[in-house]
């Protein structure tokens, strides 16, 4: 840990917030690191001038956002986590089931980020890359071979975690990640398109990433994506548009859009 804790005592009414505001920023300003361990319970307690209480309702609360970790033992207590991208995958996670964002919503925002990730892997894959798109492609193929259609759906879904690494780019990683795990559901509750056109399209994209020819690369990915997403949304009766849906968020009265959960 940075030998200055530079902590000052809290002086408002929601003390555990505050306390954990305190951690934060000395986090963003690089006072504090990945790795570094805070002061014990007790020790914060002083240097604030709060209970342990308090301090201890402020740690959890920071474990629970995935910035601390929580050890028991002698050799416990809090240190600064190493930054993943579980966070993000979360929340969008809890954001959907609670109904936040309606399916037509999500296809948006999930298509709005495949043209991005797209983009950018072309400029950034390796060969290593792209050997494993064509590896998952043709894992993909025999699926199909099989009639094995939520299997293929699958594997589809390791397509596009693939590219998001090619980006190099955490953060597009880590929402690509939480967007497959909302996919993943769809897939779990209302299976899989059984159509032919997923693995030609799949082999024409990457006939446009091998040249990087990324306007051409993300066409063809936005394409496939409408197609699979105007399946899932067809699963759903009553389900209204994107435009309907922020009209309806505006009227009073209204209950939770109706959700693939």
């Known amino acids: 840990m940075n030998d200055d804790p530079g902590f000052a005592r809290v002086q408002t009414t929601r003390v555990f917030e505050e306390i954990a505001s305190q951690i934060r920023v000395r986090l963003a300003t690089g006072r504090l690191r990945p790795g570094d361990r805070l002061p014990s319970e007790r020790d914060l307690a002083q240097q604030l001038g709060v209970g342990r209480n308090s301090v201890r309702e402020a740690l959890r609360s920071l474990e629970v956002s995935g910035i601390l970790r929580l050890h028991k033992g002698g050799a416990g207590g809090a240190f600064?986590?190493?930054?993943?991208?579980?966070?993000?995958?979360s929340a969008m996670q809890d954001m959907y089931q609670l109904g936040a964002i309606t399916p037509q919503q999500f296809t948006e925002a999930r298509i709005g980020l495949s043209?991005?990730?797209?983009?950018?892997?072309?400029?950034?894959?390796?060969?290593?890359?792209?050997?494993q798109l064509e590896a998952n492609v043709e894992a993909a193929t025999r699926a199909s071979e099989r009639h094995d259609y939520v299997s293929r759906a699958?594997?589809?879904?390791?397509?596009?975690?693939?590219?998001?690494?090619?980006?190099?780019?955490?953060?597009?990683?880590?929402?690509?990640?939480?967007?497959?795990?909302?996919m993943g559901q769809f897939i779990d509750r209302l299976g899989a398109p059984s159509g032919p056109y997923?693995?030609?399209?799949?082999?024409?994209?990457?006939?446009?990433?091998?040249?990087?020819?990324?306007?051409?690369?993300s066409a063809e990915m936005t394409k496939l994506l409408h197609r699979v997403h105007s399946y899932y949304l067809s699963q759903i009766p009553e389900a209204p548009s994107p435009a309907a849906a922020a009209g309806?968020?505006?009227?009073?009265?209204?209950g939770p859009k109706r959700r693939m959960n």
Do not use: W
């Open 80 to 89: 600064i986590a190493q930054p993943t991208g579980d966070v993000v995958v």
């Open 115 to 131: 043209d991005l990730v797209v983009r950018l892997a072309c400029q950034r894959y390796t060969e290593d890359d792209l050997q």
């Open 154 to 182: 699958r594997i589809s879904l390791e397509f596009h975690q693939i590219l998001s690494r090619a980006t190099r780019n955490p953060l597009l990683m880590a929402m690509t990640n939480g967007m497959l795990q909302i």
């Open 198 to 217: 997923v693995l030609p399209s799949r082999k024409a994209f990457l006939r446009h990433l091998r040249k990087r020819d990324a306007a051409s690369a």
């Open 248 to 254: 309806d968020a505006k009227a009073p009265g209204n």
